[in-house]
């Protein structure tokens, strides 16, 4: 919590200071010391807060990035490994995929309407004021390629080209190179030296990739500071209002997605009171809540899960534990709205085919994304590099990402509860299924 006070504080101390120099150099009051309004206007201040402080932000960045690739890589093989491996659960198995897509899909789709209709992120900046950044972007990002080519070229020739390629166009590539590859080790007959040697290895480069993460994250209220100066003290006070705006749309969206669509799904698919199903989930809330992770709240998700929702024991242990990675629609929604809100801040016009690469790309997020805090971070900055934003936009949003995770957590969370309680429901319980499942 503490670094999250930290953050907040960073947030509103670069916007003040940067947008405050912004609004004098254009125009600097008569009351100021004749001193201070020369070196406002003077060359070094630019040069100091977009060029040497911005070395801070950028760092941050790059420990990001550098770790992109082996995270990716571990999280979406194990999750689908996960996924694939549950085979002695065959029914159980099929409605849990099919209930992840739908309820992913949905809070994609609501996310990325709201954002659509609400535009937090339109009229923020100037365009001229953003042009190079997103110039610069954009001949990074892979030339436009003809239909029938993409399609082909989704499955790569070489797999480490796609990763050494991949914040170069090739990273879709390179998801479908890992989504094959844990389908391949969930069917693969050596399926037990697998497991012995290749899961446990993976999961040491997960957790690896996220201890880099943690040390970027030791610094992230000075970069937050460094990144949101340069952003206010480059474009003024406007992007304030529509953060607001844009964590508004957040949360709104995973409003809609708990009350609207589990509510539906818990109704008619899990014939249970959406009401009494939330109340009797409400510790689990608190605990995702404040803890934002997913990983963390599976001990308590699962104990509400078997005494007080009465979901089988078996089913609620196979939904949980492989939800609490595989299937978070509370990020797959952040995600769209993050990468739609800072393409509108950038003035990047996204076309319908890349808002679907958008879709798709947040609803894979789902289950590549590590249950931790801040786990779909990573993700969010490949995503913009992707449909040519830059990916400075992120220091815009940290400052008030601690208070969405929260919230996007609680959803993920209750997202397995209620895919738990749709699987389970006429699922005989573990005494009637002894000796009758591996
Ligand atoms: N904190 C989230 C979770 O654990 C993941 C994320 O969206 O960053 O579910």
New binding site residues.
């Given amino acids: 919590m503490k670094r999250a006070v930290w953050l907040i504080v960073a947030l509103v101390v670069g916007l003040v200071v940067g947008g405050v120099l912004h609004e004098w150099r254009l125009a600097p009051p008569e009351w100021l010391p004749s001193l201070v309004r020369k070196w406002l206007g003077s060359e070094w201040l630019p040069a100091l807060i977009l060029n040497w402080l911005n070395i801070v932000g950028q760092v941050f960045l790059n420990l990001i990035f550098m770790i992109v690739i082996p995270l990716i890589a571990s999280a979406l093989i194990l999750g689908v490994y996960e996924l694939g491996s549950a085979r002695g659960f065959g029914r159980a198995l099929g409605r849990t995929l099919l209930f992840t897509v739908i309820t992913s899909t949905a809070s994609v789709l609501i996310g990325v309407a709201i954002v659509n209709l609400v535009k937090p992120g339109v009229g923020v900046v100037e365009a001229s004021a953003v042009a190079a950044d997103v110039e610069r972007i954009r001949s990074q990002a892979s030339a436009a390629k003809p239909a029938h080519q993409a399609i082909i070229d989704l499955v790569p020739r070489n797999p480490v080209k796609a990763a050494a390629n991949a914040f170069d166009g090739e990273f879709i590539s390179f998801v479908v190179f890992c989504l094959l590859a844990g389908i391949a080790l969930s069917v693969s007959t050596a399926r037990d030296d697998a497991k012995r040697v290749l899961v446990p290895f993976l999961e040491q480069v997960m957790s690896i990739s996220l201890k880099i993460v943690g040390f970027a994250m030791a610094f992230a209220p000075l970069a937050v500071f460094t990144l949101v100066l340069h952003s206010a003290f480059k474009n003024g006070f406007g992007i304030f209002l529509s953060l607001a705006w844009y964590a508004g749309c957040v949360v709104a969206g995973l409003l809609l997605q708990h009350v609207v669509v589990y509510s539906i799904l818990l109704r008619t698919i899990g014939g249970r009171s959406p009401m009494k199903f939330y109340r009797d989930c409400r510790e689990v809330y608190i605990y995702a809540f404040s803890t934002?992770?997913?990983?963390a709240t599976l001990p308590k998700a699962l104990e509400t899960a078997e005494t007080r929702l009465g979901i089988p024991p078996r089913i609620a242990r196979f939904v949980l534990t492989v939800g609490a990675t595989a299937n978070?629609n509370g990020?797959a929604l952040?995600e769209g709205i993050t990468v739609l809100f800072l393409a509108q801040v950038y003035h990047v016009d996204l076309s319908i085919q890349q808002q679907l690469f958008v879709i798709v790309m947040s609803i894979i997020a789902g289950i590549g994304?590590a249950?931790?805090?801040?786990?779909?971070l990573p993700l969010i900055m490949i995503l913009l590099l992707q449909v040519g934003v830059p990916p400075e936009g992120i220091g815009l949003i940290l400052g008030v990402d601690r208070f969405l995770?929260m919230c996007?957590?609680v959803t993920?969370v209750a997202g397995d509860l209620v895919i738990a309680a749709l699987v389970g429901r006429g699922e005989p319980d573990n005494a009637e299924v002894a000796g009758r499942n591996p």
């Fill in positions: 934002s992770s997913s990983n978070q990020t952040f994304t249950g931790v805090p801040g786990g779909s995770d996007r957590t993920n």
